[in-house]
């Protein structure tokens, strides 16, 4: 069993619609948790930012973080075409600690 | 400006050949990494260093030898290129003492022939 798990879909909806992603882990030690954009044939680039349990908003998007479930989530509202990417949750036990991605969800937003 | 730079964007080789692929930051990051990311977008961490000295090794073959000349560049030698390195290669830097994730740079699309 991989320590963090993500549907890689492909998930495909409609331009304005809420895009829900989601990862589960295994690991209770993790602390720190991420969520990377990755556009086609690009890096990935970091999107939101959560410490512990809670939720932080940025603009169209939310993060989720649920501890006691083990549970992850990212919130897309008004979804846009130039959303159309793969997001990877990543986590880490500690600051200096090493990244460990899910596998990706491959989003499609339709105009 | 380019945060973190990747040399070459593509190689294609066949197998048995050594390769290397170059990295550099201009962030000031004193952490840099090496990930591998497969067909199905799964990304692993292969190396870390720290201030030029090797904190992550993880299980990969020793046909992969890590470099740090400095804190702002890692370079990946693969030696004995065989059909299963074909991926692309993420390097990525960070500060350690930070709570913030990794800059990535834009990869390396390796395919062994």
């Known amino acids: 069993q991989k320590e963090v798990e993500q549907d890689p879909g492909p998930l495909s909806v409609p331009e304005g619609a809420i895009v829900s992603l989601n990862c589960t882990y295994s690991n209770s030690a993790f602390q720190y948790f991420m969520w990377y954009r990755q556009y086609s044939r690009k890096g990935p680039e970091l999107l939101m930012y959560t410490y512990s349990s809670g939720n932080k908003e940025d603009g169209r998007f939310t993060a989720q973080v649920d501890k006691s479930s083990k549970y992850i989530s990212l919130f897309i509202r008004d979804s846009q075409p130039s959303d159309s990417a793969t997001y990877l949750c990543?986590?880490?036990?500690?600051?200096?600690?090493?990244?460990?991605f899910g596998q990706g969800t491959e989003l499609s937003v339709k105009p | 400006d380019t945060a973190v730079s990747q040399t070459p964007k593509y190689l294609v080789t066949q197998m048995g050949n050594d390769k290397s692929i170059k990295c550099e930051q201009n962030?000031?990051?004193?952490?840099m990494y090496w990930y591998k990311q497969d067909s199905k977008k799964f990304l692993k961490i292969m190396f870390s260093?720290?201030?030029?000295?090797?904190?992550i090794n993880e299980t990969v073959p020793n046909r992969f030898s890590p470099k740090s000349p400095d804190k702002a560049h890692l370079n990946l030698h693969i030696n004995s290129l065989e059909l299963g390195d074909s991926a692309v290669y993420f390097c990525a830097s960070s500060q350690q003492a930070t709570n913030y994730g990794y800059t990535f740079g834009s990869g390396t699309r390796l395919t062994v022939v």
């Open positions: 260093y720290n201030n030029k000295e090797l904190i």
């Open positions: 962030l000031g990051h004193d952490t």
């Open positions: 990543a986590m880490r036990y500690n600051q200096g600690g090493k990244l460990i």
